[in-house]
Every structure is written in C-alpha cells, then in structure tokens.
C-alpha cells in the first residue's frame, strides 16, 4: 500500500529540519526558556526534538533506536514547567509553524500539527505555577 504518511506529506527531513531550528533560534533568545536548557550548546537537544518529532509523524525511528521509550512526561521531571513555561514554549513553536510556507504545509496539515503541539505542551506541565 501507498499510504503516504504526515512526515512525507510536509516534505520530510528538510521541513522538520527548517521548523525545528527555526523552534530552537526562538528558544535561544526567550528569557524564560533559554535557562532551563542545561546545555550550553543547543544543537544536541535541537536533535533529540527533532529525531521525536520526525518518529511521532511517521518518519525515521532513529529517536527510539537511540533514546529509547520516549517517556515525556518523566523526562520533562527535571523542569518546572507551569503555564509560562508552556505558553513560552507555544509561541516559539507558533513562530516555527508560521515559518513554513503553504506551499509545504497546508491548512489541513497545519492545523493537525498546532493542534498537536498545544496538546502536547499541556500534558507537560507539571506545575500550578
Ligand atoms: C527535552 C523543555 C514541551 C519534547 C526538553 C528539555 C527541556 C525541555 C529543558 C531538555 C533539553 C535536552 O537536553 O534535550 C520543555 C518545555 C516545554 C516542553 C519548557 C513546555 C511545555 C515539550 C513537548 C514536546 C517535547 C510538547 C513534544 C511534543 C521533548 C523531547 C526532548 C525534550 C523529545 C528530549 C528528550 C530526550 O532526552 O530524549 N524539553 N519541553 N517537549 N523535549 Fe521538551
């Protein structure tokens, strides 16, 4: 069968690389943000979020062969993540959504994906406040 899955729809590993980085460029100048990156150098958790992503939409399950269960919630342990947090996060995910032309990402495809990440970001908080 041909049944061409969401990661091909949007244009594979060049989409999910232009949005991620473009999440990531906005991650690294956000005053909330930025300090709970442990790492100095983002790349590599740029990577890990873009290997999951690619893996969730029907792509590469490099993320799994390297990371193993993905398990979110638990590593999102280590963050206080409360409603800034999410909220900060959403609009750097908004910025890298926006970033993706229509011609690669129709209405369609791109409702399923903000509806995702708003999904998403809220069963990580793991703070009231
Ligand atoms: C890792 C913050 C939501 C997916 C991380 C890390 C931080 C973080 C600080 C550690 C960076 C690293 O070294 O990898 C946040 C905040 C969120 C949020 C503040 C606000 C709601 C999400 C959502 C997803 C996600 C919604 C999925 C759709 C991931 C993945 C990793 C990660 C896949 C790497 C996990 C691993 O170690 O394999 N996040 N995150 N995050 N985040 Fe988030």
Same mark, same amino acid.
């Given at each position: 069968?041909?049944?061409?899955?969401?990661y091909e729809a949007v244009g594979g590993a060049e989409t999910f690389r232009r949005l $991620?980085?473009?999440?990531?460029?906005?991650?690294a100048v956000d005053e $909330?943000?930025?300090p709970l990156y442990?790492?100095?150098?983002?790349g590599p958790a740029e990577r890990r979020f873009r290997m999951f992503?690619?893996?969730?939409?029907?792509?590469p399950r490099t993320y799994s062969d390297e990371r193993g269960h993905p398990r979110l919630r638990?590593?999102?342990?280590?963050?206080? $993540?409360?409603p800034i947090e999410?909220?900060?996060?959403?609009?750097?995910m908004y910025v890298a959504i926006a970033s993706i032309e229509p011609e690669t990402l129709d209405d369609q495809h791109r409702k399923a994906l903000t509806d995702y990440m708003e999904m998403?970001?809220?069963?990580?908080v793991n703070s009231p406040l």
């Amino acid at each position: 069968t041909s049944a061409e899955t969401f990661y091909e729809a949007v244009g594979g590993a060049e989409t999910f690389r232009r949005l $991620i980085n473009r999440f990531y460029r906005e991650v690294a100048v956000d005053e $909330i943000l930025r300090p709970l990156y442990p790492e100095e150098d983002l790349g590599p958790a740029e990577r890990r979020f873009r290997m999951f992503l690619e893996q969730y939409w029907g792509g590469p399950r490099t993320y799994s062969d390297e990371r193993g269960h993905p398990r979110l919630r638990m590593r999102h342990n280590p963050f206080r $993540i409360g409603p800034i947090e999410r909220d900060a996060w959403l609009r750097c995910m908004y910025v890298a959504i926006a970033s993706i032309e229509p011609e690669t990402l129709d209405d369609q495809h791109r409702k399923a994906l903000t509806d995702y990440m708003e999904m998403a970001a809220q069963s990580m908080v793991n703070s009231p406040l």
